[in-house]
Nanobody, 114 residues
Framework: VQVVESGGGLAQSGGSLRLSCAASGSILSTGTMGWYHQAPGKEREFVARVTPGGDTYYAESVQGRFTISRDNAKNTVYLQMNSMKSEDTGVYYC?????????WGKGTLVTVSS
């Protein structure tokens, strides 16, 4: 199983970016997918999660600004980030939880300039 993030880059404060996370094979529809954020010098923290049934959960810090969604036909999960802040800077990781195992991607870097 491979999980690959993309879409990172430079955004201005108040701007938007959309991250993508692609999973290998037709397994995404049965797994829980999540996004995590690691700011420079800090530990990785939960951002958002979407279950196979489509239920979504968010960290309080991104509630109302970020939206997680999934396209099972494309084996891809997205994280739409709006109203971005400088504290959103860091590496964003995607994980896939399936059959009791968790698979991580290598991350994509997001930089928000003020």
């Amino acid at each position: 199983v491979q999980v690959v993030e993309s879409g990172g880059g430079l955004a201005q404060s108040g701007g938007s970016l959309r991250l993508s996370c692609a999973a290998s094979g037709s397994i995404l529809s049965t797994g829980t997918m999540g996004w995590y954020h690691q700011a420079p010098g800090k530990e990785r923290e939960f951002v958002a999660r979407v279950t196979p049934g489509g239920d979504t959960y968010y960290a309080e810090s991104v509630q109302g600004r970020f939206t997680i969604s999934r396209d099972n036909a494309k084996n891809t999960v997205y994280l739409q980030m709006n109203s971005m802040k400088s504290e959103d800077t860091g590496v964003y990781y995607c994980d896939l939880g399936i059959n009791g195992l968790v698979y991580w991607g290598k991350g994509t870097l997001v930089t928000v300039s003020s």
